[in-house]
């Protein structure tokens, strides 16, 4: 396959409506007393409204409302997965399709971007500084929140652009990583300071003067099988794989191409092989179709686009040649004890090995915690202990939100996180300045 | 029961369904109207002709639609004119439609000035071969200014005048076309019938400003930045269509063909419901076509099997003693707002509607309704039986109206 090709093929696809068309969807809308679809949103988007002012053609009055509640207005419209969401409980379901919630969102972030983004107005100017570790979605959401109340943020961040998991994570057909870049430099918009290239530590933020701190820091340690074959040429982990073809390298995986896991890195990884040139794309999970955490949506499109599934099956070697992989072997598995969908629970059935070509084999089956701060709780994983209503760890003045808190979960539910950590840092300085706040 | 013919006897012409092209662009050449008769309409009215030294001088755009929300064209405003063809090309065509389709009923619409021209109009286009002959005192824009379309229409003297000296040229039936831009259509239709002429069409075009340019804040459509009222047409007339069809219909007793928003056979129906002996169609046709008359006949046929009906002629009218004036309705029966429990999806559409459009007397059962918290419940003492409620429901007959005793015993 020629490179332009590919290069054209690992673009954003152009989905969006066109504006007669979002109205046509958005008058689809029922309007409802007391919307379930507001519930859904782990970000506290306000839908029922952002829909009547798209109805009613206020298209920037939308952008505006959306962007006061979660600044990733485009983003969200790209990635979330809004039928677990929003879309879940749209009353239109019972007549008969529910409303195309982040598809009439991501029009109108796109709208927005085409005239100038309004920036929500921010609060009184408070004495108070907080510091928020990562950029990611659950940082964002913090340093967004703090920002518009006023408050004095600086976000450390180690890579060299915003956006976490966002930016090095989802495939540039699903998110263009240039447009999601811009999205989130608004919270500097927002008078947020920025520091990249910076690691930080909670204790000697505060040490340094800071009123608080925010973990948001993701994961960033991808699990590794520990299979045979692991060390040859053309085995990929996922998440590194999809971090070079983010940045803009597209490189050569071969024809036949074989991904292992059954969540969304997984189903990621295996549409991106397909727009890489690869000829067979075999995606093998421990999960049966069904039982894979993959969004629904995600596994669908991956099966659509011709990818084979070796579902319930768990892998054997990866077998090379003069230290390239030629060829994956894997077995038929069944749970030991029901329902329990991990590794250690599965057990292969005998007989039911197979044997498939391979140029390349990339693993996808998770992520872990890679970095670990020195008097913050944490479970034996490394995820950081929270309580939930404040998102407040076991150090005093930090707290925490996203995937290092959660184990794992929706850039939205990070950035709804972030918010509710937000929420109670305010508080706590509204508290000890005196202004009453929760008293 | 033998299938419903739907031919029509209207102005003592027959018809092989009710259903005639209003004069308009989709009759303004005899290819076009061959292709509407192949379709399968009853008949054309061919577009307005003047004389031939009527001068037609057409601005461009001339249309431009109205939208609501996902609905493209609810209105359409034109500021076309009479037909620009000379009369003496489109003649020849009309005697070579009716050798085409001897069956079909060709109408053509005319426009003049004097006495002298209104009667010559009228005796070349009888010596064509036209079936009909109609009238348009109506054109709102273009015409008036030049003292003819609607300019004659609103005074009942005019009217009077011109369809006395067309009544009396004319060997075949006359309609006169009205122009809804009055605030009684009837003491000019009164003149009409007083003068001779058969029937009258009704209505032309409803005049409209249909909008601006927000961009340069000029009225469209924009004729180099400037434009003028029109006639607007297409389904958002149609109410207005209705009532004059039945005021004429039912207190001058003369033969209406009624025109205005018809888009589908269930219009149509109501139109002769009103009193209109035939259908006029102009604005659906232009904008999905000719065949549309399929789905015309088909519907207006199985709709007539339904109901027992032999001819469209046994709809013609029978709705207008139902319409009685507004202190003649009774006021014996308060009905309540009824929500079936089983078929309501829970939008509280009628929740919003009642307590900000309303009385405030719908409310969702409310959390401690468990699973039917979403299910709206009717307070039968503030309900005042208003129906605004049912016309939000998004579900079909879940929300109705019901007679309070049936009601409460229910």
């Known amino acids: ?197 910076a690691k930080a530590d909670p204790a000697a933020l505060l040490g340094e003067g800071f009123d608080a701190v925010f973990v948001g820091i993701g994961l960033g340690r991808p699990y590794t099988i520990g299979l045979d074959g692991e060390d040859l040429d053309g085995v990929h982990i996922a998440g590194e794989l999809l971090a070079r073809v983010a940045a803009g390298e597209t490189p050569s995986l071969g024809e036949d191409v074989v991904v292992i896991g059954g969540g969304n890195v997984a189903m990621d990884a295996a549409m991106t092989a397909l727009r890489l040139g690869a000829a067979n794309v075999h995606l093998c999970s421990l999960e049966s179709h069904e039982e894979m955490p993959a969004f629904r949506s995600e596994i669908d499109e991956v099966q659509s686009e011709g990818v084979a599934f070796h579902t319930r099956t768990m892998p054997v070697r990866i077998l090379g040649e003069s230290g390239k992989v030629v060829g994956y072997e894997g077995v038929g598995i069944r749970w030991k004890t029901p329902g329990l969908l991990v590794p250690s629970n599965a057990e292969q059935i005998p007989g039911t090995g197979f044997g498939l070509k391979a140029d390349a084999v990339i693993e996808a089956i998770g992520t872990g915690v890679l970095d670990r701060f020195e008097g913050v709780e944490t479970d034996q994983r490394g995820v950081i202990k929270v309580d939930e209503e404040t998102m407040k760890t076991s150090m005093d003045r930090v707290f925490a939100g996203g995937d290092i808190a959660n184990g794992g979960a929706t850039a939205v539910l990070a950035y709804g996180e972030g918010k509710r950590a937000a929420g109670a840092i305010i508080e706590m300085l509204d508290r000890e300045s005196g202004k009453g706040g929760g008293a | 029961m033998k299938k419903p013919n739907l031919a029509v006897d209207f102005c003592g012409v027959r018809f092989p369904n009710p259903f005639v092209l209003a004069a308009a662009p989709p009759t303004d050449d005899a290819e076009m109207i061959a292709r509407g008769f192949e379709a399968g309409w009853a008949g054309a009215v061919v577009k307005t002709l003047g004389l031939e030294h009527v001068e037609v001088n057409l601005v461009s755009p001339m249309m431009v639609g109205m939208d609501y929300e996902d609905k493209r064209l609810v209105a359409l405003q034109n500021i076309d004119l009479i037909s620009d063809r000379d009369i003496r090309e489109v003649l020849p065509e009309v005697r070579e439609l009716k050798k085409s389709y001897p069956d079909r009923i060709v109408i053509v619409s005319i426009m003049a000035s004097t006495e002298a021209e209104w009667k010559e109009i009228t005796r070349r286009v009888q010596e064509a071969g036209a079936d009909m002959i109609e009238c348009s005192f109506s054109c709102p824009h273009g015409m008036p200014e030049r003292g003819m379309g609607s300019a004659v229409g609103q005074n009942a003297e005019l009217t009077y005048e011109r369809a006395k000296w067309v009544a009396e040229a004319a060997e075949i039936p006359v309609l006169i076309k009205l122009t809804p831009n009055v605030t009684d259509m009837r003491p000019v239709a009164e003149k009409v019938k007083e003068a001779g002429a058969e029937g009258v069409t009704c209505i032309n075009t409803v005049k409209g400003l249909i909008g601006f340019d927000l961009d340069t804040m000029a009225p469209i459509p924009s004729v180099e930045g400037y434009s003028t009222e029109g006639g607007i047409s297409g389904p958002a007339i149609k109410p207005i269509a209705l009532r004059f069809v039945a005021d004429v219909a039912r207190d001058v007793g003369i033969p209406v063909a009624g025109v205005g928003g018809v888009v589908t056979w269930k219009d149509a129906a109501e139109f002769l419901l009103a009193g209109a002996g035939i259908v006029e169609v102009c604005t659906a046709v232009m904008r999905y076509g000719y065949d549309i008359i399929e789905e015309l006949n088909e519907g207006l046929a199985l709709y007539l099997e339904d109901k027992g009906l032999a001819s469209p002629m046994d709809l013609v009218g029978k709705g207008l003693p139902k319409i009685v004036g507004h202190g003649e309705l009774s006021r014996a029966t308060k009905v309540l707002a009824t929500v079936d429990e089983d078929t309501c999806i829970g939008c509280g559409a009628c929740v919003i509607a009642c307590r900000d459009g309303g009385h405030q007397a719908i409310e969702f059962a409310g959390p401690d309704a468990g699973e039917d918290a979403r299910v709206p419940k009717v307070d039968d003492e503030k309900c005042i039986g208003c129906g605004f409620c049912r016309t939000v429901c998004p579900v079909e007959g879940c929300l109705t109206m019901q007679p309070r005793e049936e009601k409460i015993s229910a």
């Not at chain 1, 290069?7 to 989905?15: I, K, M, S």
């Not at chain 1, 002012?53 to 006061?68: D, P, Q, S, V």
């Not at chain 1, 309004?118 to 659950?138: C, N, Q, S, T, Y």
């Open chain 1, 1 to 197: 396959m020629p490179e332009t090709t590919k290069a054209a093929v690992l673009t954003e696809d152009g989905r969006t409506y066109a504006p007669h068309e979002a109205v046509i969807e958005a008058s689809r809308c029922l309007m409802c007393e007391d919307p379930p679809c507001n519930t859904g949103c782990p970000a506290s988007v306000d839908v029922r409204r952002f829909i009547r002012k798209i109805r009613f053609g206020n298209f920037r009055g939308a952008a505006r409302l959306i962007r006061e509640a979660n600044i990733m207005v485009g983003v969200c419209g790209r990635v979330c997965p809004q039928e677990m969401l929003c879309m879940e409980n749209c009353t239109r379901a019972q007549l008969d399709t529910p409303i195309d919630i982040a598809g009439l969102q991501r029009f109108a972030g796109d709208v927005e971007l085409a005239g100038l983004a309004p920036v929500p107005e921010a609060g009184a100017k408070r004495d108070a500084r907080v510091a928020v570790i990562g950029a990611g979605p659950a940082g964002l959401g913090a340093a967004a929140e703090l920002a518009k109340a006023g408050v004095g943020v600086t976000i450390f961040e180690k890579a060299d652009a915003p956006g976490g998991v966002l930016t090095h994570g989802i495939p540039p057909f699903r998110l263009d990583p240039a447009f999601a870049t811009d999205e989130f430099s608004y919270v500097e918009r927002l008078g947020v300071m920025t520091k990249y290239g």
